[in-house]
Nanobody, 115 residues
């Protein structure tokens, strides 16, 4: 069984920064993709950023240039550095890991950006 534990959410003013972390544990193959998704109230969950074990990244257009995803393969940990935060970034952020046909989710961490 794979478990994902997120940390780093909180309340920040617009223009500020936060760093999210997600540690995965369990039987995880070396070839996998980790990512961050978010879900705002009344909206569907959306991809924020993803990163393969080889370091290939992709970002939602809305966060390009502001957010940076990275990972430590030895620790099975993924990070999301969020800069220049905007009120519209307010959401619950979920960590995800995918490999073969499996997908696991973290419990979510709240990010709130105030004016």
């Amino acid at each position: 069984q794979v478990q994902l534990v997120e940390s780093g959410g909180g309340l920040v003013q617009a223009g500020g920064s936060l760093r999210l972390s997600c540690a995965a544990s369990g039987s995880i193959p070396s070839i996998n993709t980790m990512g961050w998704y978010r879900q705002a109230p009344g909206k569907q969950r959306e991809l924020v950023a993803g990163i393969t074990n080889g370091g290939r990244t992709n970002y939602a257009d809305s966060v390009k240039g502001r957010f940076t995803i990275s990972r430590d393969n030895a620790k099975n940990t993924v990070y999301l550095q969020m800069n220049s935060l905007k009120p519209e970034d307010t959401a619950v952020y979920y960590c995800n890991i995918q490999y073969t046909f499996l997908s696991y989710w973290g419990q979510g961490t709240q990010v709130t950006v105030s004016l």
